[in-house]
């Protein structure tokens, strides 16, 4: 398994910018695909955004789609979300994914083998 580590929560106001990054123990990172997913109080945990291995190929859920940007590093073994115009019902914790699927970018929970703690953020109103 792939150990992960995410950093970079917190608290911000309605529209503003959070970065997280996730940085993983794993020499054979860049033959994982990444994801984030969230979950919020009394919710299902649920996909957020993806990358291939390479990280040419990326996918968003709708919700934030054209407000987040998902990148990797595959020399740094890191990869970021880049969360912008915040909205309060992306209060959520944070959870940074690997998946040893290829191809499509997986979207699915049961395609990612290791998790991180998660982080919260909290976009206040």
């Known amino acids: 398994q792939v150990q992960l580590v995410e950093s970079g929560g917190g608290l911000v106001q309605a529209g503003g910018s959070l970065r997280l990054s996730c940085a993983a123990s794993e020499r054979t990172f860049s033959r994982y695909a990444m994801g984030w997913f969230r979950q919020a109080p009394g919710k299902e945990r649920e996909f957020v955004a993806g990358?291939?291995?390479?990280?040419?190929?990326?996918y968003y859920a709708d919700s934030v789609k054209g407000r987040f940007t998902i990148s990797r590093d595959n020399a740094k073994n890191t990869v970021d979300l880049q969360m912008n115009s915040m909205k309060p019902e992306d209060t959520a914790v944070y959870y940074c994914?690997?998946?040893?699927?290829?191809?499509?970018?997986?979207?699915?929970?049961?395609?990612?083998?290791?998790w991180g703690q998660g982080i919260q953020v909290t976009v206040s109103s």
């Open positions: 994914a690997a998946s040893p699927r290829g191809g499509v970018v997986p979207r699915s929970l049961t395609d990612y083998g290791s």
């Open positions: 990358t291939g291995v390479s990280g040419r190929t990326t």
